[in-house]
């Protein structure tokens, strides 16, 4: 029986990237594999001995971890049906790769009616590997060290890209008032060695307060830097933290 650390299950708005706006059922699995300097789920890291259930006009519930996946596609099933209408299951974290297994076993009991989205930092690949049969959406991250604080991880990024490229994929670019021009020159070419057409959305770190940590001008040069060797790159905040929603 396979089991995992879940950290919440809830109903809401995707904020980010080509799905924003729509209603997604979010599964956040718990832990992760990075520790990014503007992580805005630090209660997701690690993983924890309760997960938490929101369902519309109900307190919230509170469940045991490890949860097995039999259980958790039941949960999932429960929640498609009594919240629809729902678009997609998106997986989030944390890092939902770095518990593949329990979440390929989790997708395998249920036969969910939306499709799944898979959101990742892209850069467990064989992990990545293991679950992609499931997954119809993949959102990819690219991560760059003046921002995350963590190294370089352009080797991990392009193992992951070159998987995903079969699903419809897009990736994210996090950029911020530390971000380096060289970090998305980098990123840009990363992405146009694969596909140069792959849309590319690139965000400005968004406080909860809705005020984004950089200046246009910056946010325009960084911006012109993609679009030279990118043909579909968007500019797009936070949305859910402008709303002010989970
Ligand atoms: S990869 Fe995501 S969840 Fe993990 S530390 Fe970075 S921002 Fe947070």
Redesign the pocket.
């Known amino acids: 029986m396979k089991v995992g650390y879940l950290s919440e299950i809830f109903v809401s708005f995707q904020g980010e990237g080509a799905h924003v706006g729509r209603r997604h059922l979010f599964v956040r699995t718990a832990g992760?594999n990075?520790?990014?300097r503007y992580?805005d789920?630090p209660d997701?890291?690690q993983r924890t001995n309760t997960y938490t259930a929101l369902r519309s006009a109900r307190p919230p519930e509170v469940g045991s971890n490890p949860i097995s996946a039999a259980e958790l596609a039941g949960l999932i099933t429960s929640m498609l049906e009594h919240e629809a209408p729902i678009d997609a299951i998106a997986l989030t974290?944390?890092?939902p790769l770095a518990q593949s297994d329990f979440l390929v076993a989790t997708l395998e009991c249920g036969r969910f009616p939306v499709p799944v989205l898979l959101e990742t930092?892209g850069l467990l690949p064989e992990q990545l590997r293991k679950i992609l049969p499931l997954v119809t959406i993949v959102s990819m991250d690219i991560k760059l060290p003046s921002n995350t604080g963590e190294g370089p991880l352009w080797e991990e990024h392009a193992q992951c890209l070159q998987l995903a490229r079969i699903k419809d994929l897009y990736v994210k670019i996090l950029v911020d008032r530390h971000t380096l021009h060289e970090d998305i020159e980098q990123a840009s070419s990363l992405v146009a060695a694969f596909d140069p057409t792959l849309p590319v959305f690139m965000q400005p770190i968004t406080a909860a307060s809705g005020q984004a940590s950089i200046d246009l001008d910056r946010l325009t040069q960084f911006y012109c830097i993609a679009r030279r060797l990118l043909s579909s790159v968007r500019v797009l905040p936070q949305t859910h933290k402008l709303l002010g929603i989970h």
Request: hydrophobic share 15%.
């Open positions: 992760c990075l520790r990014c992580c789920t997701s890291l974290g944390g890092e930092n």
